[in-house]
T-cell receptor
C-alpha cells in the first residue's frame, strides 16, 4: 500500500513571498502519478498541479511548480509570489494507474496561511 | 466549463436511516470516484467506477453501496447510518483511463450530518 506524508501541518508566510510545501511518499511502483490539491475554506477540492513519474521535467502551472525527486520519493510544491487567495489546505496525493480507475491516496495536508 | 455536479449539497439524517447521494460527472468523463472526508481529515477513497463497472475499492463500509448508470451518473447509497458517517462526501470524475490523463476533478461535495 502507498503512503503519503506531509510533515508540515501548518505554514504561514507574508504575501508576495515564496513558500515550499513538502511531500514524501512510499511506493514500490515504478509508474504512478502525483498531484497537489488545494482546499480553501469553501471545502472545494481544486487540482493545482500534476506530475507523471516517468517524466523527469518538473511540472509548472503559472505561480505553482513542483520539485519531483523520484529516487528520494519527494514531491514538493513551490508557490511563488504568494497571494491571499492561496490561503488553504494543500493535499499531496498519489495514484497508481493500474489500467482502471484507481483512487487517490492523500497526505494529511498542510494548512497554508498567507498573511497580508 | 462544466464541472462535477453533486446533489444534494446538504443532507441531515437520523441514525439508522438511509441516504442516497448523487453525482453527475463532467461531460465525456466516464470514470467516477467517491471519497469521504471527516472533520479535519484528508479525503478517504471509497469506491470507483469505469464504464459502469466497479473498478477500485477503498475503505467503503459494507453498509454503503454504489453504482454507475448508463448515463455515467453515479449514486452512493448509505444504510443504517451512524453518527460517524457524518462527513463531506466528494464525487470526482476523470477522462477514460489509458488516454494519458489521470487527473480527477472533484465536485463541491455533499455534507451529510447524522443526528
Amino acid at each position: 500500500a502507498q503512503t503519503v506524508t506531509q510533515s508540515q501541518p501548518e505554514m504561514s508566510v507574508q504575501e508576495a513571498e515564496t513558500v515550499t510545501l513538502s511531500c514524501t511518499y512510499d511506493t514500490s511502483e515504478n509508474n504512478y502519478y502525483l498531484f497537489w490539491y488545494k482546499q480553501p475554506p469553501s471545502r472545494q477540492m481544486i487540482l493545482v498541479i500534476r506530475q507523471e513519474a516517468y517524466k523527469q521535467q518538473n511540472a509548472t502551472e503559472n505561480r505553482f511548480s513542483v520539485n519531483f525527486q523520484k529516487a528520494a520519493k519527494s514531491f514538493s510544491l513551490k508557490i511563488s509570489d504568494s497571494q491571499l487567495g492561496d490561503t488553504a489546505m494543500y493535499f499531496c496525493a498519489f495514484m497508481k494507474p493500474g489500467g482502471g480507475a484507481d483512487g487517490l491516496t492523500f497526505g494529511k495536508g498542510t494548512h497554508l496561511i498567507i498573511q497580508p | 466549463a462544466a464541472g462535477v455536479i453533486q446533489s444534494p449539497r446538504h443532507l441531515i439524517k437520523e441514525k439508522r436511516e438511509t441516504a442516497t447521494l448523487k453525482c453527475y460527472p463532467i461531460p465525456r468523463h466516464d470514470t467516477v470516484y467517491w471519497y469521504q472526508q471527516g472533520p479535519g481529515q484528508d479525503p478517504q477513497f471509497l469506491i470507483s467506477f469505469y464504464e459502469k463497472m466497479q473498478s477500485d475499492k477503498g475503505s467503503i463500509p459494507d453498509r454503503f453501496s454504489a453504482q454507475q448508470f448508463s448515463d455515467y451518473h453515479s449514486e452512493l447509497n448509505m444504510s443504517s447510518l451512524e453518527l460517524g458517517d457524518s462527513a463531506l462526501y466528494f464525487c470526482a470524475s476523470s477522462p477514460r483511463p489509458g488516454q494519458g490523463r489521470y487527473e480527477q476533478y472533484f465536485g463541491p461535495g455533499t455534507r451529510l450530518t447524522v443526528t
